[in-house]
């Protein structure tokens, strides 16, 4: 089974400030990982996911996340924080190729002070 | 944005009244999800289909059945509605399998269980 640890519920920057926002994964295969943002009383989107093709993955608005299988990690950063930055922010994982189904952290609030 | 709807997207109701909530897609995907996000769990699958007639159970399904009996439509059923079903629940739709493609989410229906 596959399980995703995001290490913070609340995370604040100041504007301008780099943005780092933590996961790990538990996974006895390969894993597929995502990045998913929900801005308030909206719908999940999509930032970015890794699927094996390289390890640094560019996503939306300025995000990025790397793929380290030593540490097991898929930590997403932004180099400069915009107040519409402000969501959660819900990291994910798929186990294998051709699961069907997705498995949620418990998500990132992220707080950006002007 | 895809093209995703639920209905009603507020609803309060009594403990033990059923409640059938409704996701409708025009994008014709194969996969359709139900989810529940509560504080401090992130996003929790209900139950899933992959198709017409196709469903199954996922992490959180004791209390719910799902019935899709057409491509666009599937249909979330809480029997007996009790306190512990109060949730902003969230529909998502996929092409394919998760593992390799982005799930879609539609602008969720918060219900109240009294």
């Known amino acids: 089974a596959q399980s995703v640890t995001q290490l913070g519920s609340h995370v604040s920057v100041s504007e301008g400030a780099l943005v780092l926002l933590r996961c790990n994964y538990s996974?006895?295969?390969?894993?597929?990982l995502f990045w998913y943002v929900q801005y308030p009383n909206q719908g999940l989107q999509l930032l970015l996911k890794y699927t094996s093709a390289a390890t640094l993955v560019k996503g939306i608005n300025g995000f990025e996340a790397e793929f380290k299988k030593s540490e097991t990690s898929f930590h997403l950063t932004k180099p400069s924080a915009h107040m519409s930055d402000a969501a959660e922010y819900f990291c994910a994982v798929s186990g294998f190729f051709g699961n069907e189904k997705l498995t949620f952290g418990t998500g990132t609030r992220l707080t950006i002070i002007p | 944005d895809a093209g995703i709807t639920q209905s009603p997207r507020h609803k309060v109701t009594e403990t033990g009244t059923p409640v059938t909530l409704r996701c409708h897609q025009t994008e014709n995907h194969r996969y359709m999800y139900w989810y529940r996000q509560d504080p401090g769990h992130g996003l929790r699958l209900i139950h899933y289909?992959?198709?017409?007639?196709?469903?199954d159970k996922g992490e959180v399904s004791d209390g719910y059945s799902v019935s899709r009996s057409k491509t666009e439509d599937f249909l979330l059923t809480l029997e007996s509605a009790t306190s512990s079903q109060t949730s902003v629940y969230f529909c998502a739709i996929s092409e394919g399998v998760s593992s390799y493609n982005e799930q879609f989410f539609g602008p969720g229906t918060r219900l109240t269980v009294l």
């Open positions: 289909s992959y198709g017409v007639k196709d469903t």
């Open positions: 996974s006895s295969v390969p894993p597929y």
